[in-house]
Structures are given as structure tokens and as C-alpha cells.
């Protein structure tokens, strides 16, 4: 069973839709939880961070953390092109551990 | 600015050959990391260090050797052992404080020519 999986993808949404990523993690002592975007060709950035269970809201993005699911999304709401990427989930009980990611399109 | 510099963004190899990518950081983190990334594929680690001269295995380190004699430096040398290096190597820093995110360069794409 892989540590960190994703929904596989790939997503496409039309824009000014919310566009919904899922992530499952296997390590129940898991404490720290990320989000990263990857352009194209690109290194990945960090855009959020969750640590407790509940929701983070950070302008368009919206983090949701289930620590009894073993579950963290991300929400982007009225997505936009520039928000097509891959979508990586990354987890840290003690190192941390990524997902393969989830493509992302956004259609105009 | 603070940030992670890796050098060169593109590198190529002969068959027989070992190479270096470089990383610098100067954001005083106290570890760094070096990930490889296949084409749709996640990253999977190759070796991280938490302290100058100290470093550890990660799940895919054969074929690959580390040094770490400068808290700002973490070079990785793909040897000639290393038989499929193509990909996109990433190095990442992060404090050591417990359950902190991870930032990264803007990585080097190795080929083999």
C-alpha cells in the first residue's frame, strides 16, 4: 500500500469552477501536512499547510484535514488557467513523505 | 533574497561518467534533501543530511554519493554506477523544527547524451 495516494487524475474543471483535490496517507502519527503546485517543467511550491484537523482558508484555497479518515484536500474555488498544474500531497509523520500528484487543467 | 540555488539547470552525461549537481542555500536551514522525479511521477528521495558532515540514505541512494562539509552546501555526484540517471533532480532545505514544510530549487534536468 503506497504512503501518500492521490486521486489519480487528471482533473480538468472549467473556469470559475471549484476544483477539488483528495489525498489519503497510511501513517496515523502523521502531524504535519502540505500541499505543493508544480508547473510544467517546474519545481514544486508550497502553497499550503495544515497541521490540525478542520479547515485552512488562504484566499482561493481551502486545505481540509480528517486525521480519523487519514484524509486532506484541497479546495480551489473559482479556479482560473493559471491554476493548471500538478497538485502534490506531501506528508510528514518524521520525513516526509509526497504523493505522485494530480494533474490539474483549467479550461477558459 | 533567501532562497536555494541548484547549478547547472541542465546537464548531460557519457556513458562512464560521474557528475555533480550543485545546491546552496542560504536560508539557514539545517537540513537539506536531494529528490529525483521521473516524467509523472512523484519525488523519491535520495539522501538528506541534518547536519554538516552527517547525512543518511534515503529509499533509492545507490548509485548516488553526498557530502556535506558546509552547513549552506549539499552537492550530490551521480557515478557512473547510477545506470538510468535521466530525470529531474530536486534539492530541497528545511528547519529542524518538528513537522516543517520543505522548500525547493529550481532543480537540474540530467540527460544522458
Known amino acids: 500500500q503506497k504512503e501518500v495516494e492521490q486521486n489519480s487524475g487528471p482533473l480538468s474543471v472549467p473556469e470559475g469552477a471549484i476544483a477539488s483535490l483528495n489525498c489519503t496517507y497510511s501513517?496515523?502519527?502523521?502531524?504535519?501536512f502540505f500541499w505543493y503546485r508544480q508547473y510544467s517543467g517546474k519545481s514544486p511550491e508550497l502553497i499550503m499547510s495544515?497541521?490540525?484537523?478542520g479547515d485552512k482558508e488562504d484566499g482561493r484555497f481551502t486545505a481540509q484535514l480528517n486525521k480519523a479518515s487519514q484524509y486532506v484536500s484541497l479546495l480551489i474555488r473559482d479556479s482560473q488557467p493559471s491554476d493548471s498544474a500538478t497538485y502534490l500531497c506531501a506528508v510528514n509523520p518524521d520525513d516526509m513523505r509526497f504523493g505522485a500528484g494530480t494533474r490539474l487543467t483549467v479550461k477558459p | 533574497d533567501g532562497g536555494i540555488t541548484q547549478s547547472p539547470k541542465y546537464l548531460f552525461r557519457k556513458e562512464g561518467q560521474n557528475v555533480t549537481l550543485s545546491c546552496e542555500q542560504n536560508?539557514?536551514?539545517?537540513?537539506m534533501y536531494w529528490y529525483r522525479q521521473d516524467p509523472g511521477q512523484g519525488l523519491r528521495l535520495i539522501y538528506y543530511?541534518?547536519?554538516?558532515?552527517?547525512?543518511q540514505k534515503g529509499d533509492i541512494a545507490e548509485g548516488y554519493s553526498v557530502s556535506r562539509e558546509k552547513k549552506e552546501s549539499f552537492p550530490l555526484t551521480v557515478t557512473s554506477a547510477q545506470k538510468n540517471p535521466t530525470a529531474f533532480y530536486l534539492c530541497?532545505?528545511?528547519?529542524?523544527?518538528?513537522?516543517?514544510?520543505?522548500?525547493f530549487g529550481d532543480g537540474t534536468r540530467l540527460s544522458i547524451l
Open positions: 495544515i497541521y490540525s484537523n
Open positions: 501513517d496515523r502519527v502523521s502531524q504535519s
Open positions: 543530511s541534518q547536519i554538516v558532515n552527517d547525512f
Open positions: 530541497a532545505s528545511s528547519t529542524l523544527a518538528a513537522n516543517g514544510p520543505q522548500h
Open positions: 536560508l539557514n536551514h539545517d537540513a
